[in-house]
């Protein structure tokens, strides 16, 4: 089973991704790990990535879609794959899409704006440990402090509220356009199926969201 997971920072992607792994017994193809592993194997791809990545050119679509078809070939995408992180465009998308790339499930994980700022603002972190607590939902016994250790703890950079408003921007005018042009696949009765979920709610709540919708699609 091939599996895209979209949704904005601060949706869930991670958490579900990594149950998807362990449910369907699919690696969690990400294009940073594949870069990285390719310039560390010294091979064609490698080489030519390397000279973007060195100075400091974002690498081409193209030689992005070499290494996912590279990738998606090899023992343990036997079952499938779940694709982290790509595609984020629609020149990507549809770049996959004529490169031949099967994509069976695209999964949606919808979760409001205010909804977001607030998970990922609220957050934070003990450096040493990463130990996650929030203000809200989940705070330490004293406030801004480690219960474990007594330390201080942070916010992340990225946690910040004006950055968290900055990534859902560019989100949604870089990413959000992708949920029209998979929903276009699906309605075409191509193999693609979009799946769009509530991402409000407990994690089992939305895991069995999933996969209720899977198995009334397949």
């Known amino acids: 089973m091939n599996i895209i997971l979209l949704g904005a920072p601060g949706a869930g992607k991670g958490t579900q991704a990594n149950f998807l792994k362990s449910k369907f017994n699919i690696p969690q193809i990400s294009t940073g790990d594949m870069l990285r592993s390719a310039v560390q194997a010294n091979n064609d791809l490698g080489i030519k990535a390397k000279q973007f990545m060195d100075s400091g050119e974002l690498v081409p679509d193209s030689l992005i879609i070499d290494l996912v078809k590279l990738r998606v070939t090899q023992a343990d995408c036997m079952h499938g794959f779940l694709l982290d992180g790509f595609p984020r465009t629609i020149p990507q998308a549809e770049a996959m899409s004529d490169s031949g790339i099967n994509v069976d499930f695209v999964i949606e994980i919808d979760v409001p704006d205010n909804v977001i700022i607030e998970r990922l603002s609220g957050r934070r972190i003990h450096p040493a440990s990463g130990r996650t607590y929030h203000i809200k939902h989940n705070p330490p ?3 801004n402090i480690d219960n474990e250790t007594g330390e201080a703890l942070i916010q992340r950079p990225d946690d910040n509220e004006e950055t968290v408003k900055k990534r859902l921007s560019i989100y949604h005018e870089q990413t959000y356009p992708l949920f029209e042009f998979y929903k276009g696949l699906s309605s075409k009765k191509l ?28």
């Open 141 to 143: 016994k004293q406030n």
């Open 191 to 218: 193999p693609t199926n979009y799946v769009e979920i509530n991402g409000i709610g407990g994690i089992d709540d939305i895991q069995l969201q999933i996969i209720n919708n899977i198995e009334k699609l397949r």
